[in-house]
Structures are given as structure tokens and as C-alpha cells.
């Protein structure tokens, strides 16, 4: 069966610093890939998606970038963390655009 | 812009009750339809999907759909203090992206 790590659980980062969180899926080939964020008591936002390795696309404009570097790994990064980008964010995974998506752990950011 | 709409709750119903959570979409060219549980500090699991107008049992759960009414509802049998948690109505668009509604938090009262 397939399934999603994602890492670090929690993570307290200073404004202005770089951010790397990285999601691996096990079990399945070629999976699409998600980076969502929750803001508190907020829906899920889209942040990027991935068909294929090296391809990524963005969802909103923002401080953020997204990888994907092998065929199940995932990357979300940052040059530069703003208090704006605390949340909590959450890796997923579907086999195909129209399937359900499931979903990582999550890692909750907070920025000071 | 698409949207997808829930009332935020809490819905409190007592243990061993259906528990009916509500969730409406604008956009008519909505394919497929998804609830998500999600516990406090937890990421959302999935519970339930449907694609076709009707009903669709699984478990204690059934979810719902309306296309012409542009609804989904979900309804939890025999409720549980362990169903205690925030209902996430997600609804994919022509262009297969997820939309999200803020969730329905529901408590089963012992």
C-alpha cells in the first residue's frame, strides 16, 4: 500500500530565513503531488502541484518555490520566510488528477 | 471564483444520532466530490467520495449528492464521541484542482 512521509512535524523558523520541508511517497509510481497550506481555522489553499518530475506548477503568487527531483519526492522551499508564511502545511498525493488525494502528516511552521 | 461553502458549527448532536453535515459548490462543471475528517492538530483524512448524483453508503457513513442543487452532505449513523472532529467538504473542479471549505466541526456529545 502506498503511503506519505512528510518532515519535520513542527519547525520555528526567524523571519528572513530559508525553509526546505520535504515529502516522499512510498508504494506508487509516477504520483501526482500537492503542496497545500492551512492557515488557522481555514480552509486547505493550493499552494503547488506536480504531475512529473520537474514539473511544477503554482497556484498563487507568493514567497514560496516547489521541486520535485525524483519521481516520489516533493520539496517546498524558501529564500526567505515572512510572518505571513506560518501554517500548516501538507503534502499529497493522488495516482491520477480525477482520484482522491490523501494526505501527509503535515508540518506546522511558525515564524518569529 | 469558485467556492465552496460550510457552516462552521459546531453541530452538536448526542451519541448514537445522525450527524448531517451540509456543503454547497458554485461551480456547475464540478466533477467529483470528497469529506475529509480532520482532528484538532491533525491532517485531513479521507472518508468518503461520490462522483454520481444519488447516494453512496460506506460504513456509518453516506454521502450525498445534488448536482442540480449544486449540494453535498454527508451523514453519520450512530455517531460516536470519537466522530468529534472538523468536516472538510472538498470539491474538484473542471480542471481536476480541489476546492476546499473551511469545515462543519462537529461534537458527539456522551
Known amino acids: 500500500s502506498q503511503t506519505i512521509h512528510q518532515w519535520p512535524a513542527t519547525l520555528v523558523q526567524p523571519v528572513g530565513s530559508p525553509l526546505s520541508l520535504e515529502c516522499t511517497v512510498e508504494g506508487t509510481s509516477n504520483p501526482n503531488l500537492y503542496w497545500y497550506r492551512q492557515a488557522a481555522g481555514r480552509g486547505l489553499q493550493l499552494l503547488f502541484y506536480?504531475?512529473?518530475?520537474?514539473?511544477i506548477s503554482s497556484e498563487v503568487p507568493q514567497n514560496l518555490s516547489a521541486s520535485r527531483p525524483q519521481d516520489r519526492q516533493f520539496i517546498l522551499s524558501s529564500k526567505k520566510l515572512l510572518l505571513s508564511d506560518s501554517g500548516f502545511y501538507l503534502c499529497a498525493w493522488s495516482l491520477r488528477s480525477n482520484q482522491p488525494q490523501h494526505f501527509g502528516d503535515g508540518t506546522r511552521l511558525s515564524i518569529l | 471564483q469558485k467556492e465552496v461553502e460550510q457552516n462552521s458549527g459546531p453541530l452538536s448532536v448526542p451519541e448514537g444520532a445522525i450527524a448531517s453535515l451540509n456543503c454547497t459548490y458554485s461551480?456547475?462543471?464540478?466533477?467529483?466530490f470528497f469529506w475529509y475528517r480532520q482532528y484538532s492538530g491533525k491532517s485531513p483524512e479521507l472518508i468518503m467520495f461520490?462522483?454520481?448524483?444519488g447516494d453512496k453508503e460506506d460504513g456509518r457513513f453516506t454521502a450525498q449528492l445534488n448536482k442540480a442543487s449544486q449540494y453535498v452532505s454527508l451523514l453519520i449513523r450512530d455517531s460516536q464521541p470519537s466522530d468529534s472532529a472538523t468536516y472538510l467538504c472538498a470539491v474538484m473542479d473542471s480542471s481536476y484542482k480541489l476546492i476546499f471549505g473551511s469545515g462543519t466541526r462537529l461534537l458527539v456529545r456522551p
Open positions: 506536480s504531475v512529473g518530475i520537474g514539473q
Open positions: 461520490i462522483y454520481s448524483n
Open positions: 461551480d456547475r462543471g464540478s466533477q467529483s
